[in-house]
């Protein structure tokens, strides 16, 4: 059964920094593309980054560039986010996401709430 | 980056209605859509990919369509389970974005 985790979200002044983890199990990590997506309270969802299989390609949304960054460790079947220069705008439950093999989020974690507030 | 238009954004309907919610894209993204299903609290799930491909386990009142940059979603008999909200995402481009959601609401 494929399984994604996250974990690291919590309480986070405006401009520091917090690390995303999302643990996967059930599936052979290193084939897939994976993603971060978030949703902020009451709003829609925002696809914030993408990481291929083995790292070669790396896309982020303009809305984070700079400030986030997107990692795995595929020994250890786990994805990162990175997160710095938080802002409150930043607030948001954040999923992380497997690629399907043609780009579509087949699977996707619980979610891990980051807030940003004073 | 390519935008994506979901209409209408709430759409109140009774069980057994059919009902369609469109998305629109800025730019051409051939069938490279997906919808999602979404409940309060929970992840997305995803229900088509490639525009009309329904995905392993998703009931076949569920179905997709369009190409270019017109897509609908089309569940032919609403049952109670299919109150939700419903997201389009295009992912033509790296940028995998997502349209602004259809509440789908009990009349």
């Known amino acids: 059964e494929v399984q994604l985790v996250e974990s690291g979200g919590g309480l986070v002044k405006p401009g520091g920094s917090l690390r995303l983890s999302c643990a996967a199990s059930g599936f052979t990590f290193s084939s897939y593309s994976m993603n971060w997506v978030r949703q902020a309270p009451g709003k829609g969802l925002e696809w914030v980054s993408s990481i291929s299989s083995s790292s070669s390609y790396i896309y982020y949304a303009d809305s984070v560039k700079g400030r986030f960054t997107i990692s795995r460790d595929n020994a250890k079947n786990s994805l990162y986010l990175q997160m710095n220069s938080l802002r409150a705008e930043d607030t948001a439950v954040y999923y992380c996401?497997?690629?399907?093999?043609?780009?579509?989020?087949?699977?996707w974690g619980q979610g891990t709430l980051v807030t940003v507030s004073s | 980056d390519i935008q994506m238009t979901q209409s209408p954004s709430t759409l109140s309907a009774s069980v057994g209605d059919r009902v369609t919610i469109t998305c629109r894209a800025s730019?051409?993204?051939?069938?490279?859509l997906a919808w999602y299903q979404q409940k309060p609290g929970k992840a997305p799930k995803l229900l088509i990919y490639k525009a009309s491909s329904l995905e392993s386990g998703v009931p076949s009142r569920f179905s997709g369509s369009g190409s270019g940059t017109e897509f609908t979603l089309t569940i032919s008999s609403l049952q109670p389970d299919d109150f939700a909200t419903y997201y389009c995402?295009?992912?033509?481009?790296?940028?995998?974005?997502f349209g602004g959601g259809t509440k789908v609401e009990i009349k």
């Open positions: 996401a497997r690629d399907d093999s043609l780009g579509a989020k087949d699977y």
């Open positions: 995402q295009q992912y033509n481009s790296y940028s995998r974005t």
């Open positions: 730019q051409s993204i051939s069938s490279w």
